[in-house]
């Protein structure tokens, strides 16, 4: 069965889990490390995100954050690309670093934020790097410094952290450490490494249980969250895909309707693109941009893209052009 694409949605909670190849390590040392956070805050910075939670461990990263209007994909691509690049030529080895598909499962922000916070800080206690949640405060390599205030990273969001506890900051910070130290003993909470029913719903009795009394949710591997939620993510999935194709489309005709109007005009598409002045090229741009307003409903930002020029002109160019032969002709 084929995998599913992921569900890339702006605005969203993402749970992202990088693991080396065949478990391999992916750090050798605290340079290796110090330099993926680096990369790490720049990526994220650029694309908008606000990154809520981290664990760097020997072969896999944990990151909790919300994306910004580009999705996860560009970011990813762009830290894990990076890193491979810069861990193969310092350690002077070839070939992939990372498993080929990292994990994203989206996240119901407000059943999961803070217990997806404190699981994602706790790892390295889990696997006894640390002893204790006094070490932890040490630890150099999980968000979790930056929230008490011992590191300062600008990229992290604590605010919003925090804000989930109330009061003053300092009230805030205690009930904080007080929610890690409660979650210590936890161990691995399985519902909170991936996506699903059963995950979701907090393990295969409580589906059954659900099932009994004849409540059957909506589910998918990709996401955490109810029924409701999962339905919600999964139907603006489809409405950004069908708006995805209609621009795919659209642009197509686009590029039908500048070839038709070259034609007609004996202009050469390269003088339309290029930015040429002449009266006939400027009154073709306008041609072109009424068309594609009223026969493909695009914008003037659209068509100034196709044709070379800035939003401004194209907009000036169609309004003298509805002004000297009318908008419906």
């Not at 069965?1 to 992916?26: E, F, S, T, W, Y």
């Not at 072969?59 to 894990?80: A, D, E, P, Q």
């Not at 491979?84 to 310092?90: P, S, T």
């Amino acid at each position: 069965m084929p995998r599913q694409a992921r569900l890339d949605a702006p605005g969203a909670l993402h749970h992202i889990m990088v693991r080396g190849i065949n478990k391999a390590d992916i750090f050798s040392d605290d340079q290796d490390r110090r330099l993926f956070l680096d990369r790490l805050g720049l990526t994220v910075s650029a694309g908008d995100n606000a990154v809520y939670a981290w664990a760097l461990m020997r072969n896999h990263v944990h990151i909790l954050f919300r994306s910004g209007k580009s999705g996860i994909s560009s970011t990813m691509r762009k830290l894990l690309t990076w890193y491979a690049l810069y861990f193969n030529r310092r350690h002077r080895r070839t070939g992939h670093l990372f498993e080929n598909r990292y994990k994203s499962i989206l996240c119901d922000e407000d059943t999961y934020l803070l217990a997806l916070v404190r699981y994602i800080h706790l790892n390295p206690l889990r696997v006894r790097a640390v002893k204790t949640v006094e070490e932890l405060d040490r630890y150099p390599w999980t968000g979790h410094r930056s929230i008490i205030g011992k590191d300062k990273l600008p990229w992290m969001d604590i605010p919003s952290v925090l804000s989930q506890f109330g009061g003053s900051r300092t009230k805030a910070l205690n009930e904080y450490r007080r929610f890690v130290r409660e979650g210590a003993g936890q161990g691995t909470v399985k519902e909170l490494t991936g996506g699903g029913l059963i995950r979701s719903q907090g393990g295969w009795s409580q589906v059954l249980s659900n099932q009994r009394r004849g409540n059957r949710e909506e589910f998918d591997q990709r996401i955490l969250g109810s029924g409701d939620f999962v339905h919600q993510v999964l139907k603006e999935a489809e409405e950004r895909q069908v708006r995805q194709l209609k621009h795919q489309r659209s642009k197509k005709t686009l590029q039908k309707i500048v070839e038709e109007e070259c034609a007609k005009s004996g202009i050469v598409r390269t003088e339309l693109q290029g930015g040429g002045r002449r009266r006939v090229v400027s009154r073709i741009r306008a041609i072109i941009a009424l068309r594609a307003r009223t026969e493909l409903g695009l914008s003037a930002a659209a068509v100034a893209r196709e044709v070379g020029v800035g939003t401004s002109a194209i907009t000036k160019a169609m309004a003298a052009a509805e002004a000297k032969v009318g908008p419906s002709d």
